[in-house]
T-cell receptor, first 116, second 113 residues
Framework: AQSVTQLDSQVPVFEEAPVELRCNYS??????LFWYVQYPNQGLQLLLK??????LVESINGFEAEFNKSQTSFHLRKPSVHISDTAEYFC??????????????FGKGTLLTVNP | GAVVSQHPSWVICKSGTSVKIECRSL??????MFWYRQFPKQSLMLMAT?????????EQGVEKDKFLINHASLTLSTLTVTSAHPEDSSFYIC?????????FGQGTRLTVV
């Protein structure tokens, strides 16, 4: 079984400030790690993923996340946020062996609010 | 990336009626789809795993007679909320995993009045 903990339910920041959204996971098997973003009344969009290889992964819009196996973490960072980054962010894991058909286990989400 | 289309995006129905939500994979075949429910300001709660050609697997606490799931083809899964009540009002989201990465539908906002 897996579990995901997102330590902050809400993170308010000012525009152009750096931000870190924290994610820790627990699993008895190897996992794939994901960050999804959700805008109001919409489905989830993949922001970035870690499958294997380099532990630092980046998205096209400036976000990055680093997989730390020893700390079982996958924190999301952005050096300078924009108003448009305001959204709910979900960290998720799945069994990398394909167990349960890659069913995702989600954290409770972090609401990032970027203020002018 | 793969596209998952969910329809309708919102629906209002009267208490006691049934509502069907469709989830289609547009450019890939999905033997497995997942149905989630999301309450305001909360995370996604997995309701069931939809398996093409066989019965869905429901999570503990989800009423299978209340939330009927049919996965009759490799590109379509449907969720029917039967005899809907106001407490069934929620945001329902489907997803499919063609390889190892999940793709989500746009979600359906169900309001039961």
């Amino acid at each position: 079984a897996q579990s995901v903990t997102q330590l902050d339910s809400q993170v308010p920041v000012f525009e152009e400030a750096p931000v870190e959204l924290r994610c820790n996971y627990s699993s008895s098997v190897s996992v794939y790690l994901f960050w999804y973003v959700q805008y109001p009344n919409q489905g989830l969009q993949l922001l970035l993923k870690y499958l294997s290889g380099s532990t630092l992964v980046e998205s096209i819009n400036g976000f990055e996340a680093e997989f730390n196996k020893s700390q079982t973490s996958f924190h999301l960072r952005k050096p300078s946020v924009h108003i448009s980054d305001t959204a709910e962010y979900f960290c998720a894991v799945s069994d990398s062996s394909g167990g349960s058909n890659y069913k995702l286990t989600f954290g409770k989400g972090t609401l990032l609010t970027v203020n002018p | 990336g793969a596209v998952v289309s969910q329809h309708p995006s919102w629906v209002i129905c009267k208490s006691g009626t049934s509502v069907k939500i469709e989830c289609r994979s547009l450019d890939f075949q999905a033997t497995t789809m997942f149905w989630y429910r999301q309450f305001p300001k909360q995370s996604l709660m997995l309701m069931a795993t939809s398996n093409e050609g066989s019965k869905a697997t429901y999570e503990q606490g989800v009423e299978k007679d209340k939330f009927l799931i049919n996965h009759a083809s490799l590109t379509l899964s449907t969720l029917t909320v039967t005899s809907a009540h106001p407490e069934d009002s929620s945001f329902y989201i489907c997803s499919a995993v063609p390889y190892y990465e999940a793709f989500f539908g746009q979600g359906t906002r169900l309001t039961v009045v």
